[in-house]
């Protein structure tokens, strides 16, 4: 019996000698040591890192197009960085914030290099988002087990905008002051009590400085609400597994998230990257708006008041409807309907890749959007109102109508026997 026990043993080590050697050669030396020379399960938190990160079981066919989840990490985690460093040196008063900007840019050892990276960096965060977000329309991400993951996301992205808004207020130049005001103003729109939450949301009678001074303070606590729902939505998508180009859920073709996962990510990352620094270093105040280099003027109105160009979608929605109260009914819809998705879906299929008809759709959505952030920062006009319109209608049509729509066509042709 011992000796049948140490043949078993002696060849079972030799086996496992061999294994380890092959695998070796054919990996990469930190992902040998990382995933075999410690065991990360044996530690209570570094069993975390394990299950989430490492050994996390990944769809084989994953394309570039889930990197954006982890590009909107690293774009968090820069904007709360270079946030913190900013608010060292900001002002929050009305008689100061726009010098003390300044002050950062002028005086402060690579304070424009931080301001950049702060001011673009909130616009990368917007691009990756919105890239991500509609990779998970085009893929089915928000059909069943996924609808709480969905939705967490949709709610990062509400807060996202708003955080965004509370930000673009701070310089306190001309577009801030009165981007706050005709904003902010929207909600005298709700009758009896809107004047009243106003007048609290002002903490006056006007945009003064008690509003600069709420909007500093959330604007510096929302990113750790976003941080903090974020850890929340990758819970959710731990819990039952990333969705996949096929969108089949099978537990067969998976492989470890690293190294496979983590490089194509960290690649994925490079490229974001260098656009990012582009942006910074060559072309940094593109995407913002000129007038903001002007301090406020309470007195002096600009002559065409547009928002950053991440809400320029929205923005044409509100002006679409020529009443008051519709109009920021409309543009809140713009979003809550984004939530609806999970649950007004009919479709048997995952993934627009097999689904030729919604294909057509969901294109004509993409053009839409971009058709409806172009009108936004149009002047007011007959034309450009009636493309407005055309825009918001298909925007809400798509999705309340057409997709349980062609979900139970598609289904129907599906199931067709003759």
């Known amino acids: 019996m011992k000796k049948t026990v140490k043949l078993c043993n002696s060849v079972y080590d030799k086996f496992k000698k061999d294994n380890l050697s092959s695998n070796l050669e054919n990996s990469s030396f930190m992902a040998s040591f990382?995933?075999?020379?410690?065991?990360?399960?044996?530690?209570?938190?570094?069993?975390?890192?394990?299950?989430?990160?490492?050994?996390?079981?990944?769809?084989?066919?994953?394309?570039?197009?889930?990197?954006?989840?982890?590009?909107?990490?690293?774009?968090?985690?820069?904007?709360?960085?270079?946030?913190?460093?900013?608010?060292?040196?900001?002002?929050?008063?009305?008689?100061?914030?726009?010098?003390?900007?300044?002050?950062?840019?002028?005086?402060?050892?690579?304070?424009?290099?931080?301001?950049?990276?702060?001011?673009?960096?909130?616009?990368m965060f917007f691009i990756v988002v919105y890239c991500h977000i509609f990779r998970g329309l085009?893929?089915?991400?928000?059909?069943?087990?996924?609808?709480?993951?969905?939705?967490?996301?949709?709610?990062?992205?509400?807060?996202?905008?708003?955080?965004?808004?509370?930000?673009?207020?701070?310089?306190?130049?001309?577009?801030?002051?009165?981007?706050?005001?005709?904003?902010?103003?929207?909600?005298?729109?709700?009758?009896?009590?809107?004047?009243?939450?106003?007048?609290?949301?002002?903490?006056?009678?006007?945009?003064?400085?008690?509003?600069?001074?709420?909007?500093?303070?959330?604007?510096?606590f929302l990113p750790f609400v976003i941080a903090g729902l974020s850890v929340l939505h990758l819970a959710l998508l731990h819990k039952d597994g990333s969705n996949n180009p096929l969108g089949?859920?099978?537990?067969?073709?998976?492989?470890?998230?690293?190294?496979?996962?983590?490089?194509?990510?960290?690649?994925?990352?490079?490229?974001?990257l260098l656009m990012f620094v582009a942006f910074v270093f060559y072309f940094p105040n593109t995407l913002g708006h000129p007038d903001n280099y002007i301090p406020a003027d309470p007195m002096q109105t600009p002559a065409h008041i547009v928002p950053e160009w991440y809400f320029l979608p929205f923005y044409a929605v509100l002006r679409s409807i020529p009443d008051k109260l519709g109009g920021v009914v409309a543009m809140g819809g713009a979003l809550v309907v984004l939530f609806l998705i999970p649950f007004t879906n009919t479709s048997e299929v995952r993934s627009t890749t097999f689904r030729p008809i919604f294909k057509i759709f969901y294109w004509l959505l993409v053009a839409d959007f971009l058709i409806l952030g172009w009108v936004g920062q149009k002047p007011v006009k007959d034309t450009y109102v009636l493309v407005g319109q055309v825009a918001t209608v298909f925007y809400f049509m798509f999705f309340l109508i057409l997709i349980p729509a062609i979900g139970l066509l598609e289904t129907k042709l599906a199931h067709y026997k003759k």
Request: with cysteine; glycine share 8%.
């Open 34 to 123: 990382v995933t075999r020379t410690n065991r990360w399960n044996s530690n209570y938190l570094l069993s975390i890192v394990d299950n989430h990160i490492i050994h996390y079981p990944t769809p084989i066919n994953l394309s570039y197009a889930w990197s954006f989840g982890s590009s909107a990490g690293f774009c968090l985690i820069v904007q709360i960085l270079s946030g913190i460093f900013l608010a060292m040196h900001y002002t929050p008063h009305i008689d100061l914030a726009f010098s003390s900007v300044e002050h950062i840019m002028r005086d402060v050892n690579n304070g424009w290099l931080i301001r950049y990276i702060h001011a673009n960096g909130a616009s």
């Open 248 to 272: 089949v859920d099978s537990g067969v073709d998976k492989v470890p998230f690293y190294p496979y996962f983590a490089v194509k990510d960290a690649f994925g990352l490079l490229v974001f």
């Open 138 to 220: 085009y893929y089915g991400s928000y059909m069943q087990p996924r609808q709480l993951l969905w939705c967490s996301g949709v709610l990062i992205f509400i807060l996202m905008m708003a955080t965004a808004f509370m930000g673009y207020v701070l310089p306190w130049g001309q577009m801030s002051f009165w981007g706050a005001t005709v904003i902010t103003s929207l909600v005298t729109a709700v009758p009896v009590v809107g004047q009243s939450i106003v007048d609290w949301l002002w903490g006056g009678f006007t945009v003064n400085n008690a509003t600069l001074n709420r909007f500093f303070s959330l604007h510096f």
